[in-house]
C-alpha cells in the first residue's frame, strides 16, 4: 500500500533557525513528489515538485531535495511569515495523488 | 497555474439536508479532482472527475452520497447528501495544470459545518 509519512508532527523554531521537514514515502512507481504549503483556512499552495533521486529545487528560503526513499524540505534563516503547516505528496498513477499528515510548522520572532 | 474558485467558502448545514459546492477553473482543465480535509487532518481524495465520463470515487466514497458533476472543462460540482455530523470537513476542489504538468492547483475549499 502506497505510504507518505512526515515529521516531525510540529515543528516550533526562532526566527532565523534553520532546520528541515521530512518526508518518506513507499509508494510503486513514483511519478513525483510535491510540497505545498497550507495556511489556516486556506488551501494547499503549490510549492515544488521533483521527479528523480538527486534533484534539488528552491524557492526563496525554501530548498527540496529527493531521494528514492525520502525528501527534505529545507528552511533556511525562517521568518514569522513561513509560519505554516507544509504538505508533502506523492503522485503514483493517473494524477492519483497520497498526501501525508503535514508538518506544522511555527516560527518565532 | 490555473486560478480555482469554489462556492460557499462555508455553510452550516442541518442533519439529512445535501450541499452542492462548485468549482471554477479559469481555465480549460481535463482533470479536476475532490478532496475532504477534516479537522487538522490531512487531504484524502474523494474522486477524480473527468469531462463527459463518470467520475471515479476512491476507496469508501460513493456516488449516492457524494454525486459529482462535471458538464465542461471549467467546472465541477460537489454534492454532499444527507448529510450527519461527521461531514463536518473542508472540501477542496483541484485541477492539473493547463500546461499538461501534473502539478494540481487547489482551490480556497469549503468549510462544511453539520449539526
Known amino acids: 500500500e502506497d505510504q507518505v509519512t512526515q515529521s516531525p508532527e510540529a515543528l516550533r523554531l526562532q526566527e532565523g533557525e534553520s532546520s528541515s521537514l521530512n518526508c518518506s514515502y513507499t509508494v510503486s512507481g513514483l511519478r513525483g513528489l510535491f510540497w505545498y504549503r497550507q495556511d489556516p483556512g486556506k488551501g494547499p499552495e503549490f510549492l515544488f515538485t521533483l521527479y528523480s533521486a538527486g534533484e534539488e529545487k528552491e524557492k526563496e528560503r525554501l530548498k527540496a531535495t529527493l531521494t528514492k526513499k525520502e525528501s527534505f524540505l529545507h528552511i533556511t534563516a525562517p521568518k514569522p511569515e513561513d509560519s505554516a503547516t507544509y504538505l508533502c505528496?506523492?503522485?503514483?498513477?493517473?494524477?492519483?495523488?497520497?498526501f501525508g499528515a503535514g508538518t506544522r510548522l511555527t516560527v518565532k520572532p | 497555474s490555473a486560478v480555482i474558485s469554489q462556492k460557499p467558502s462555508r455553510d452550516i448545514c442541518q442533519r439529512g439536508t445535501s450541499l452542492t459546492i462548485q468549482c471554477q477553473v479559469d481555465s480549460q482543465v481535463t482533470m479536476m479532482f475532490w478532496y475532504r480535509q477534516q479537522p487538522g487532518q490531512s487531504l484524502t481524495l474523494i474522486a477524480t472527475a473527468n469531462q463527459g465520463s463518470e467520475a471515479t470515487y476512491e476507496s469508501g466514497f460513493v456516488i449516492d452520497k457524494f454525486p459529482i458533476s462535471r458538464p465542461n472543462l471549467t467546472f465541477s460540482t460537489l454534492t454532499v447528501s444527507n448529510m450527519s455530523p461527521e461531514d463536518s470537513s473542508i472540501y477542496l476542489c483541484?485541477?492539473?495544470?493547463?500546461?499538461?504538468?501534473?502539478?494540481?492547483?487547489f482551490g480556497p475549499g469549503t468549510r462544511l459545518t453539520v449539526l
Open positions: 505528496a506523492v503522485q503514483v498513477r493517473n494524477n492519483d495523488m497520497r
Open positions: 483541484s485541477s492539473s495544470g493547463t500546461s499538461g504538468t501534473d502539478t494540481q492547483y
